[in-house]
T-cell receptor
């Protein structure tokens, strides 16, 4: 069973287009995240939702808009795509464990490689 | 400014030896630190978590140390195997909400 899944795996599109990436987790976790990994392999947090509420919103262009219809899903919509948006986007999730202060491991999806031409 | 530094060059070792990877940080006071493994074309996979009040953590052939005075974590793989070849990422807790800041990773290659 896939724990954290993303669709599509590959996305090739033209500059200026609008696209969406979908993420679903079947782990029953409360918190979900979007990360961007650029060509230099740096993995950077973009957004995080806890029970459908936005809790982390890094300095990301407002062309990027996350949406969480329920706590098992976190989608990422990108408007007016630019060349610099080309990267691998990872979705992740984590449980909330009060015993550990709420801090614990994150489970990552397989990634979506976005190429903007 | 805040920095997390891992060896940017690949680490090449012989099978059976111990691999030691370094993670140094500045201008952070993380409550905990995590290590992840990432294989090409795949998402990171969690390996170990160590808290600021823990000096050392072990899991099978893996060992992590955390020195908050030196601002450094060391990640060891004993009796390394070619299957251990991957990129290893360290990540610090930064602020609340389980927000992690990742280093760039160190690529490990274990040769038979």
């Amino acid at each position: 069973d896939t724990a954290v899944s993303q669709t599509p795996k590959y996305l090739v599109t033209q500059m200026g287009n609008d696209k969406s990436i979908k993420c679903e987790q079947n782990l029953g976790h409360d918190t979900m995240y979007w990360y961007k990994q650029d060509s230099k392999k740096f993995l950077k947090i973009m957004f995080s939702y806890n029970n459908k509420e936005l809790i982390i919103n890094e300095t990301v262009p407002n062309r990027f808009s996350p949406k969480s219809p329920d706590k098992a899903h976190l989608n990422l919509h990108i408007n007016s795509l630019e060349l610099g948006d080309s990267a691998v986007y990872f979705c992740a999730s984590s449980p909330y464990l009060p015993a550990s202060g709420g801090y614990n491991e994150q489970f990552f999806g397989p990634g979506t490689r976005l190429t903007v031409l | 400014s805040q920095k997390i530094e891992q060896n940017s060059e690949a680490l090449n070792i012989q099978e059976g030896k111990t691999a030691t990877l370094t993670c140094n940080y500045t201008n952070y006071s993380p409550a905990y630190l995590q290590w992840y493994r990432q294989d090409p074309g795949r998402g990171p996979v969690f390996l170990l978590l160590i808290r600021e009040n823990e000096k050392e953590k072990r899991k099978e052939r893996l060992k992590v140390t955390f020195d908050t005075t030196l601002k450094q974590s060391l990640f060891h793989i004993t009796a390394s195997q070619p299957a251990d070849s991957a990129t290893y990422l360290c990540a610090l807790l930064s602020g609340g909400y389980n927000k992690l800041i990742f280093g760039a990773g160190t690529r490990l290659a274990v040769h038979p």
